[in-house]
């Protein structure tokens, strides 16, 4: 039998948290999906360790204990947590319907918190079945403690906040992090910018970019190729590490709401709504600009606030 609830919220991190703390409270019962093999439920703080910038906690806190602390609010109200991955969505029908591998559920109002995921490069050597997972990641807070990177020369590529941000945490393991960047200029902010160009354990590769990943069974080299030169190096490496941005988790909704061309949902400036009526979108995957768990948390809330009127005015019909 197909499920009929008020409210659906899809995603898991600091939006759809906050997102369900405010439906609870506001005795909407809302059905959370967390997700299960799409990525770790709990979205990208899972992966990070100390958050140093989330109101409240003066002495910082961990991503995954900010996570379970938002998650026990949530349900200490009366939020129902599923497991699962939503694998699609009709929008075009009300009730919406949502369904996972498992159950089908009709829902009155949606919110989609479904983050974002970190982007990876098509590098030989660097696949799934290659050397992924043995060297080479998307996440140097997540991994970058891990013994094969100890005091070995580690690749960082890109030129983001991010890149300079996981060089210098790398810079606690490895003995020495390169910056691969493809221009001669970063794009991160100046005072990240700024650290890595005091820091003597990262040396930036401008204008370069990584063409190859070889190994036996974990990384030991990378090819680096010289953009303005032409001249491709192999140096010795025992890790490769992705900072070159994120992909938003929209691709369950193809067709069925309005997008950006990058694949963020579009919302209309200043609010949580969608080009659909009873649909709502809050934090990064319709977010490609500020990207914080505050701000996620924030439009989390927004959405609950909105998604809450917009049943009670469909009420008072
Ligand atoms: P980003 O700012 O979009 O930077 C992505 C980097 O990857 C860029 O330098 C880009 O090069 C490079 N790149 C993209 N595609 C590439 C390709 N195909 N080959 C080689 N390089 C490629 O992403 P981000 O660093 O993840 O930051 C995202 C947002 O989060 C930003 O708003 C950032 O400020 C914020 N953030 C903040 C902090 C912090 O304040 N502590 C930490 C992390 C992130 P180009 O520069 O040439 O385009």
């Known amino acids: ?69 938002l998650r ?64 080479v990641t998307a996440c140097a807070v997540c991994d970058g403690a891990a013994p094969i990177f100890r005091n070995q020369p580690l690749y960082v590529i890109g030129g983001g906040d991010s890149a300079c ?18 221009r001669d200029e970063l794009r991160a902010s100046k005072i990240m910018a700024n650290r890595v160009k005091r820091n003597h354990k990262i040396e930036v590769l401008w204008d370069s970019v990584v063409t190859r990943v070889e ?10 190729k010289n953009l303005k030169t032409g001249v491709e190096e192999k140096r010795e490496a025992a890790g490769l590490f992705f900072a070159v941005g994120h992909t938003p988790n929209t691709a369950f909704l193809s067709g069925q709401i309005e997008l950006h061309d990058n694949g963020y949902i579009k919302v209309h400036p200043g609010t949580t709504l969608t080009n659909i009526k009873g649909v709502f979108a809050a934090g990064d995957c319709a977010d490609f600009h500020y990207r914080q768990a505050i701000t996620a948390a924030g439009t989390g809330c927004m959405a609950a606030l909105e998604a809450e009127r917009w049943l009670s005015a469909r009420e008072e019909q």
């Open 72 to 135: 026990k609010q949530a349900e200490k109200f009366g939020t129902k947590v599923i497991s699962e991955d939503v694998i699609s969505c009709d929008l075009k029908t009300h009730p919406f319907v949502v369904r996972t591998s498992n159950a089908e559920y009709q829902a009155e109002s949606i919110i989609i918190a479904t983050g974002a995921s970190a982007k990876t490069l098509d590098i030989p050597g660097t696949h799934e079945g290659e050397f992924w997972q043995k060297g």
């Open 215 to 224: 190994g036996d069974h974990i990384v030991r080299s990378v090819t680096v």
């Open 1 to 69: 039998m197909t499920e009929k609830v008020k409210l659906i919220i899809i995603g898991s991190g600091p939006a759809g948290f906050t997102a369900a703390l405010y439906a609870a409270r506001a005795n909407l019962a809302p059905l959370l999906f967390e997700g299960f093999y799409s990525g770790p439920a709990g979205g990208q703080l899972m992966t990070t360790t100390d958050v140093e910038n989330y109101p409240g906690f003066p002495e910082g806190i961990s991503g995954p204990e900010l996570m379970e602390k």
């Open 165 to 182: 941000e996981e060089s210098l945490f790398l810079t606690n393991y490895g003995s020495k992090i390169y910056l691969v960047h493809r």
